[in-house]
Structures are given as C-alpha cells and as structure tokens.
C-alpha cells in the first residue's frame, strides 16, 4: 500500500465560540459551524453563532492558520429560499474558508455568485458513487465531498481513486445507519424530517419517564427503549430502539454506538482521504477538547510514521468515554452494512 505524506485534516465541530476556540487549542485543522437559524442542520436552542460570534471565530482561526467551514447543510423551504441565499451571502461576508451544502439551487446560487468560494457537499446530499460525486463537480465545482457513513473502506478507497474532488470522511461521533439525506424513518414518529431539522429525534418530542425504578425513553409518545437501573442510556431514535420481535426485545436494525475509526487511519491516509470529520456541534466544548486532541495525537502519530502506528490504551479510553450507549464500533467501515 502506497503511503501518501500529505497529512489528513482534522476536521472539529463548533456549536458555540467556546467550542470553536476549544477545537483550535486541541489542533483542529479546520472547524465547521452555523448560523442560528433553519439554515443549519443543528439548530438548537442555546447553540449555534451570531455573525459577531463568527467573525471572532474566523478571526482566531485564521491567526493561527486554520480554516472555518460554514455550514448551511438544510434544504431549503418553498417560499423561503432568500433565507438560505442569505446565509451563503453571510458566509462569503465572513470569509469563512468554504460553505458545506447539500441543496443543488443553493450550490448553483453560490457557484454563480461567489465563484472563488470553495464548495464542499454534504453528508446530507447523500453522494455515496463517483457518478454521482463527479456530477457535483462537473455541475457546481465541488471541492470536497463529505461521505456518508454506510461505505466499506474498499468502497472508500476506490472512490478516493477514481475522482480528484477531496474526500472527507467521519472517524468519530454518533453514527447514522441510514445513508444520510435519504431517511425520512423519524419523521413518521415526531412529524420532522432529519432532512430539514438536522436531528433524527428533535427535543421536543423526546421524553424520560421513571417507570417502576426503569427508565422509559420515548418519541413522541412511542416507547423506544426502557432501561435498567444503573444500565447506560443512549439517546433515543428510532432506528437504535430496542424492540420486542417475535417475543425477544433486541435491537431491531442498530445498535446504539459511536463511530471510532482509530484502527483505521493508516488505511485511510494511504488511500487519499482528506479530512478526517468529529460530529457532535450539539455537544460540550469538553467533548471537543478531548476528542480532538486524542485525534490530533493519532493522527500525528500516523503522519510521523505510518507503518509502526498502533492505536494506545489511553487514547481508545478518551474516546469511549463520548460513545453513544458506551459502546463505539468501526461501522460499515469494517463490516457489510445490515
């Protein structure tokens, strides 16, 4: 296997300035975020940048040479498309490094308007084949596409080289079952798409009941999971609830896990991929902190000397601390998706 030397980014989330400023310190290469409004995939209460906020960020970014990348990753409503329009005029203002966008009106109103603006596609516009991410590069000039996390490593290593657009990749966080743009399974629960919202089981529709000393996890009124005392909780969504089939209560399509890609840097850095991507911009700037600067140390490690890498105890013990369900896994990465 070729070893490549050019180093794979570092990829962080950044839900608050705090965040930002944490992902930096721990040696993020570049940060993603977004404004407070519908126009970003994460648009929780208490999350999220003013302008002033972004414009303190891209500023501390830059001076340390790093990069921000402005997410506007929603699809836009009929009838209110300016909205979205606005934000990609915000993130030129801004002079955020690249916008993250799914949407093909908005990738056209950004190529036309602001040609020199770099252009990376979102999990969210589910590109998951090089015919498709080459006709987003042909269409719109794509630079980069963020992969959805249902590929194997030899799907990933065949698409890293077959295009010459930037391949950018999850290595840890929550992690989607669904090919990610195409899963409307929440929506029939809570009445949100994941499409439009950002998240698969919105606040407003989540509950914790105490129930007997267990604890029952509902959407909207359906019973997901009941835990335990003392058994570890994981968020509730549909597709990682437990449920009785044929008289034996399992996980029904996925187990609730974290993606944790440690094992595997060496493969992706040999194949071509760019950027390594941290989700979780709902999460604390502690959160972030850690899980960058375990990732900058692997990484590091991995750019130093390839083949004498070896993920170290203390590293995969930052990291199952974050897991979703306390659990992590490699994903599809490692194994046919079910």
């Known amino acids: 296997m070729e070893i490549r030397t050019t180093p794979i980014g570092l990829v962080a989330p950044a839900g608050s300035l705090a965040a930002l400023k944490a992902a930096l310190n721990a040696g993020a290469d570049a940060v993603y975020l977004g404004l ?55 993130a030129y203002a801004l002079q955020a490094d690249a916008v993250i966008m799914a949407d093909p009106g908005l990738l056209a109103y950004a190529r036309d308007r602001y040609p020199e603006l770099r252009l990376h596609l979102s999990v969210q516009g589910s590109a998951t084949h090089v015919d498709a991410i080459e006709f987003m590069r042909e ?8 992969l959805p996390r249902v590929l194997t490593m030899a799907e990933i290593g065949k698409i890293c080289a077959q295009t010459t657009v930037e391949i950018e990749v999850f290595g840890f966080g929550s992690l989607c079952v669904m090919a990610e743009g195409r899963c409307l399974l929440s929506s029939y629960a809570t ?37 335990a005392p003392g058994e570890p909780a994981a968020y509730p969504t549909l597709c990682k609830g437990r449920f009785e089939v044929e008289g034996t209560a399992d996980y029904a399509l996925e187990e609730p896990a974290s993606l944790n890609a440690l094992g595997l840097l060496p493969a992706l ?41 070896a993920v170290k105890p203390d590293w995969l013990a930052a990291l199952a601390r974050h897991a979703e369900g306390s659990q992590v896994t490699q994903g599809a990465f490692d194994r046919p998706w079910k």
Request: proline share 3%; aromatic share 8%.
């Open 269 to 309: 850095h040999a194949m071509g991929v760019a950027a390594l991507k941290v989700e979780g911009r709902q999460r604390s700037p502690a959160y972030v902190a850690q899980v960058v600067s375990t990732l900058r140390a692997a990484l590091d490690a991995v750019h130093a000397d390839a083949a004498r890498y």
């Open 191 to 227: 009445g949100d798409s994941p499409n439009n919202k950002g998240v698969c089981s919105p606040a407003h529709a989540v509950r914790w009941i105490d129930t007997d000393g267990h604890m029952d996890a509902r959407l909207n009124g359906i019973l997901i999971d009941r835990y």
């Open 139 to 146: 269409q719109f000039g794509i630079s980069r596409v963020i």
């Open 36 to 90: 407070k409004n519908a126009t970003n995939a994460r648009n929780f209460a208490g999350l999220n940048f003013t302008e002033n906020d972004i414009r303190a960020g891209v500023d501390q970014a830059h001076a340390m040479g790093r990069q921000v990348l402005f997410a506007i990753n929603t699809f836009p409503q009929a009838g209110h498309s300016q909205e979205w329009r606005a934000a990609v005029d915000a």
